[in-house]
């Protein structure tokens, strides 16, 4: 790597006064993975505070439901069932970002220093929206949306690199994860370098508030069934999302989108790497801006770009967005789809995590796992258990996996619920642009493949248990033969002494085989048990447990 750091200018090519947002989202658990036999029942929730606590609804749910609900379908859809709502029931305050005095990144092996030393003497003030989305699962999406506020001051409306150092707050790419430890965020009563232990304490507050709806739906309904709120970590941090309402940009982009010659301009290399998540977006020829410009939607109002953690839209005047920045702080129905693509990615990662566990066991701190594909061998075993063949063992184990996919991923699928088609089909390009969907497919796949081999095994080890089993009867069969020429031999007297003797001769060596033959099959018996038995411990100790 170069050593030589550059020195680039905090050049402002955008204005991005009142006309910008950024949400970034975190995801929550509330169930926390230990109690997946619950579910919260989000209508009735709503319906409920609607009844009893009117002034809250009115302030922290409505706003929200007044959009949602004439754009989603029948809201009685058990898998898709969500409540949204505002934090706090006032007016969410003026946050102080402190940011550091310089945006360093790293590209093509080069470090480059952007001069921001304005800012370390006046930090930028931006408006602060807290939302959540509450789904019946109890996955949890708690958004806070940053808008940068309308001014004719460059230095208190904001620059494309103040967007560009929250953006990498979610992705750091560019060697960027330094910013996470070095950005100030601070109110009237919190203090501190970390955004996530910043909204924390905040939730914390309006948790702790009387009037608030976190106070109502956590403290007063939710937490007397023992479900609280985990801490907010770094590793919470899901995704993000940007919102530009600019007529300039819009029809900018618009226009050299459109005509494949045209060069790209300093406003469109910068919007480019905004939308990319590229800093390095000076370095960037003609043709690449105009391929990070290409949206996987747009309606000739909008247009929609998705990054694997980051979506952006570009709006040409919106009017929901102007009716929503006071109280989601970005576009209402941009908000929504944001949401339901991040809630069918984690769907996403929990058929991961158990197509992971069944293809290679329980993780662990070890580099080389041992016990990849243990389980599916010892599978075979069971091909040669006598009598018992394949059945209990492995068809209990397979039937607490499935039960464990139905209860975590199927009865938690959504269909696309959105009414219109700018939201369906918008949906549905952001799950193929990020993979999502071809993950679900896949694991899908890998999991029919391996109720097929279950199947397979079961059927291979009954079939062989059948086997043994004949055998044993027809031992018991020769046995009974011979016992019945022996009787007959008994009554023909003394006039046939040879014969009889014969035939009491071949019984006793039958018996005798037929015994030892049984002792020798009671013995595998019992050594098959024990095998199990020891793998089933062996498989507590350390290979995957699908809890049911």
């Known amino acids: 790597m170069n050593e030589e750091a550059r020195w680039l200018n905090d050049d402002r090519f955008l204005n991005l006064a009142g006309s910008a947002s950024i949400t970034l989202t975190f995801a929550l658990d509330l169930f926390g993975g230990k109690d997946r036999y619950r579910s919260i029942d989000v209508e009735r929730l709503k319906d409920a505070i609607e009844a009893q606590k009117p002034e809250i609804y009115a302030h922290s749910i409505k706003p929200c439901a007044s959009f949602f609900d004439d754009i989603l379908n029948a809201r009685s859809e058990a898998t898709s069932q969500q409540i949204t709502f505002l934090l706090n029931s006032t007016a969410s305050p003026a946050v102080n970002v402190e940011l550091p005095a310089s945006f360093d990144f790293t590209a093509e092996g080069e470090r480059f220093h952007i001069d921001r030393r304005h800012r370390s003497a006046a930090p930028l003030r931006l408006e602060l929206r807290e939302a959540a989305t509450l789904f019946s699962n109890g996955l949890m999406f708690l958004n806070a949306t940053f808008v940068f506020p309308q001014s004719d001051k460059p230095e208190e409306s904001g620059s494309e690199y103040d967007l560009f150092t929250l953006q990498k707050l979610v992705a750091p790419t560019e060697e960027c994860g330094y910013l996470r430890d070095t950005i100030g965020f601070s109110d009237a009563q919190v203090t501190t370098r970390n955004l996530a232990a910043f909204l924390e304490a905040r939730l914390r507050k309006a948790i702790a508030t009387e009037g608030t709806t976190a106070n109502e739906i956590f403290k007063h309904r939710l937490e007397r069934d023992g479900i609280a709120i985990p801490a907010i ?293 019992l050594g098959s048990v024990a095998r199990v038995f020891l793998r089933c411990r062996s498989s507590e100790r350390g290979g995957p447990a699908f809890d049911g």
């Not at 690449?288 to 949206?295: D, M, T």
Request: charge should be negative; aromatic fraction near 10%; proline fraction near 2%.
């Open 233 to 525: 970590s770094w590793s919470a941090l899901h995704s993000g999302a940007a919102f530009f309402n600019s007529d300039e940009v819009f029809n900018a982009v618009e226009a050299f989108v459109a005509d494949e010659n045209a060069p790209a301009t300093d406003h469109l290399r910068l919007m480019a790497g905004l939308l990319q998540n590229i800093a390095d977006f000076r370095r960037q020829d003609d043709s690449e801006v105009r391929e990070s410009l290409r949206p996987i939607r747009k309606d000739g109002v909008l247009s929609i770009y998705c990054h694997p953690k980051f979506l952006a839209e570009l709006n040409l005047g919106s009017r929901t967005y102007a009716q929503a920045r006071g109280t989601l702080g970005t576009c209402p129905y941009f908000y929504l789809v944001q949401v339901f693509a991040a809630y069918r990615e984690k769907l996403a990662e929990t058929l991961d995590d158990y197509m992971q566990r069944i293809a290679y066991g329980a993780r662990s701190n070890v580099v080389v796992n041992n016990r990849y594909m243990k389980d599916h061998v010892d599978l075979l075993a069971y091909l040669d258990a006598p009598l018992t063949g394949a059945g209990g063992e492995i068809v209990r184990k397979f039937a607490k996996i499935r039960l464990g996919l139905f209860r975590d991923f199927f009865s938690r699928m959504p269909p696309n619920t959105f009414r219109y088609e700018n939201e369906k089909v918008t949906l549905d390009n952001i799950l193929d642009a990020r993979g999502v969907q071809d993950r679900i497919d896949a694991g899908l796949a890998m999991f029919a493949e391996h109720e097929k081999c279950v199947k397979d095994i079961h059927a291979f080890g009954e079939h062989n248990a059948e086997k043994q089993i004949s055998r044993f009867l027809l031992i018991l069969a020769v046995l009974g033969v011979v016992e019945v020429c022996s009787s007959i031999s008994q009554l023909l007297g003394n006039e046939q002494t040879a014969i009889n003797h014969a035939l009491r001769s071949t019984a006793y060596i039958v018996a005798a085989f037929g015994t030892g033959y049984l002792l020798v099959r009671l013995a595998m018996l």
